[in-house]
């Protein structure tokens, strides 16, 4: 079956300009979350998607982030006026419906560089 | 605060010899333990995990440990083998306000099996 899918791969930009990145999660998984991993760094939690409850963007680095997801599936990662530090790789993931395991489904990621 | 520590960065170790990897973590209200491998350029993937009732699970070459009192997990890997090689993450989550069982990440530890 497909696994959870994001576009682009990689991401050139000059800095100043907007971004958007793409998630599709796995078929019927009710809840997304965005990350991010810096060089050298560990998993940075951005924003979660919980169904159709408020999202919790806890994890949002600035005000030039924000994230939407459409019709409970696909989801957006918006990055506004860019910066050299939002270079990273932005990682996707979806989770299935249910108490279970906590298992986290990610995607491949798509690398950012803002030049 | 880094409520999930992984003190060790990277860790090297012979092909068949037992690979260790440690976790520490601050929050005795976690009650899910998770373990992902991650090779370059890709998603993290899940590879086990671990209830906070039990001190240990079992999957083939690889067993997770829980020492509650400690705060303190490790995943063993044996034997070791070159395909091993990968960045191990240790995860944590906790039924907190909404259903929103978030997991908190460790910033992860570089595994090289040598042949």
């Known amino acids: 079956g497909a696994g959870v899918s994001q576009s682009p791969s990689n991401k050139v930009t000059e800095k100043g300009k907007d971004v958007e990145l793409r998630c599709d999660p796995i078929?019927?998984?009710?809840?997304l979350y965005w990350y991010r991993q810096s060089l050298g760094q560990g998993l940075e939690f951005l924003i979660y998607?919980?169904?159709?409850?408020?999202?919790?963007k806890s994890g949002l680095p600035s005000d030039r982030f924000s994230a939407e997801r459409t019709g409970g599936s696909v989801s957006t990662l918006t990055i506004q006026r860019t910066q050299q530090e939002d270079s990273a790789v932005y990682l996707c993931?979806?989770?299935?419906?249910?108490?279970?395991?906590?298992?986290?489904?990610f995607g491949p990621g798509t690398r950012l560089t803002v030049l | 605060d880094q409520q999930v520590k992984q003190n060790s960065p990277s860790l090297s170790v012979q092909e068949g010899r037992i690979s260790i990897l440690n976790c520490d973590y601050t929050?005795?209200?976690?009650?899910?333990f998770l373990w992902y491998k991650k090779y370059p350029a890709e998603g993290p993937t899940f590879l086990i995990s671990?209830?906070?009732i039990k001190d240990k699970n079992e999957d083939g070459r690889f067993t997770v440990f829980l020492n509650k009192s400690a705060k303190h997990l490790s995943l063993h890997i044996v034997p070791s083998q070159p395909g091993d090689s990968a960045v191990y993450f240790c995860?944590?989550?906790?039924?907190?306000?909404?259903?929103?069982?978030?997991?908190?990440w460790g910033l992860g530890t570089s595994l090289a099996v040598n042949p």
């Open positions: 929050n005795s209200m976690f009650d899910y």
């Open positions: 993931a979806s989770r299935p419906p249910g108490g279970g395991t906590d298992e986290q489904f």
């Open positions: 671990i209830s906070s």
């Open positions: 998607f919980q169904g159709n409850s408020a999202p919790d």
């Open positions: 995860a944590a989550s906790r039924y907190n306000a909404g259903n929103n069982r978030k997991l908190i």
């Open positions: 078929s019927g998984h009710t809840a």
